[in-house]
């Protein structure tokens, strides 16, 4: 056991030894002698009462000092210390959309799990697991996020610093695809935080078929969304992503439940000037009065215009959705953060509305910064991109050297705050303490007999 703040126990103790230091003064009293006056007194002999130590003296003292000790001890801080072993291992396990086989990624995880290690699970968000590891395996499946490895590194990290003093050395190890759309702008400043080397075990990515995928738009021909998206198609028999720019109809609706990875987005060309506000889904409502916001996002695609904000998503206690089982999630945000685009995710496709205006005049829609955020809205279902390979140098410098990847645990940052389990337990001893404290006093000061003084009548 170690204490975070010893010098709270030494002054407690030094209190302690004060207390009883007083506790034996006070009980000494000096010894009585007459008075010069007392020749006047009858001669009988001097009497004085003095004062015997008592059983209850002691007990009282004793639990004063307990008092005393126990809230040093736990303004101490007192922290277990388990027994380290040689290496402990901190593997983030890769489940998202780009994993092949999850029995592989199942299998490699657990050849490198030992009694004590920590599971890091991660896609768009990451998870730690420390207890129940082989639960967590067995019930790993696919899924449709994209993974973060920035993500996933920093709860490695912290992980890490809650496991120093467990072990002598740490190892992290990464069991992915480690394809490129996990390794995001942040992941090298991330990784540049682990002090070593990471040991990269790479398993089977999935074969992405939606690289290639069509897009068409239900709309006028001189629509000016067909020049920031490239593309003069009316309605395919082959599109997979399908842009309604009037209204909705029951087509659009079974089309985007027919098939597999469909995207139907719902792109009104009204809100703009001269137009009247276009029919909108149950989840969004017109604005009672529009207004106008100087920039929308999407990821890192900013488009900077007065655009004119003429709807808003309704909370969703107030969702009148017909589906109470739909996914649905923020794909745009104005700048002051107000959503401008969301995607509802269904079995197998995705349906995404876009309250952006398209003004017909002026130069927006030749800009790359709106083709860049137009992509990103025409995006396959999930908003993922497509699949490709790491480059070597990439994995080379995430790797690093392979001397490196012991990392002693002096080189990794503490934990911001340690468990202290025995300090509740601390303060809960010296409220009993000052408790018996309190009635040994009382039943002392109820047994001592005070002499009365009188004469006769």
Known sequence: ?????????????????????????????????????????????????????????????????????????????PVLRPPRRDVARIVLVDRSRAVADPAEVVDSARSLLGDGDALVLFDESASVVREAIEDSLASLGSAR??????????????????????????????????????????????????????????????????IEHATSIVGAADDPLRFALHSGSNVLAHDTVRVVRGSLSVADSVWVRGGQGRVLVYWPAGGIEGVDTPTLPPAWAPRSAADTVGAVIADDAVVVAPFVRYAELREPADSSSANQDLTTRVVARWVDGRPAATEEVYDRSCF?????????????????????????????CGGATPLTAST????????????????????????????????????GAALAFAAGAMVVRRRASAATVTPESGGDA
């Open 1 to 77: 056991m170690n204490f975070l703040a010893p010098a709270f126990l030494i002054g407690a103790a030094a209190v302690s030894a004060a207390v009883v230091v007083l506790h034996f003064i006070v009980t000494r009293e000096p010894k009585t002698a007459p008075l010069p006056t007392a020749r006047f007194a009858p001669d009988l002999p001097v009497r004085a009462q003095s004062r015997a130590i008592h059983l209850q003296d002691l007990l009282l003292l004793l639990l004063r000092v307990l008092l005393i000790l126990a809230v040093g001890a736990a303004l101490a801080q």
């Open 145 to 210: 996020e994209v993974g973060r490895l920035s993500s996933a590194l920093i709860a490695g990290l912290r992980a890490a610093s809650s496991m120093r003093d467990a072990a002598d050395s740490l190892e992290m190890v990464v069991v992915s695809p480690l394809v490129s759309e996990e390794l995001d702008a942040a992941t090298d400043s991330v990784r540049a935080l682990w002090p070593g080397a990471l040991r990269l075990i790479p398993v089977t990515a999935r074969r992405d078929s939606s």
């Open 352 to 380: 995404r509305t876009v309250t952006v205006p398209v003004p017909a005049r002026g130069d927006l829609v030749l800009r790359p910064r709106f083709a860049e955020f137009a992509a990103k809205l025409l995006r396959p």
């Open 392 to 427: 070597e140098a990439r994995l080379a410098a995430l790797a690093g050297t392979d001397e490196d990847r012991l990392v002693p645990r002096s080189e990794i940052a503490p934990p911001s705050r340690v468990p202290q389990p025995l300090v509740p337990w601390l303060y």
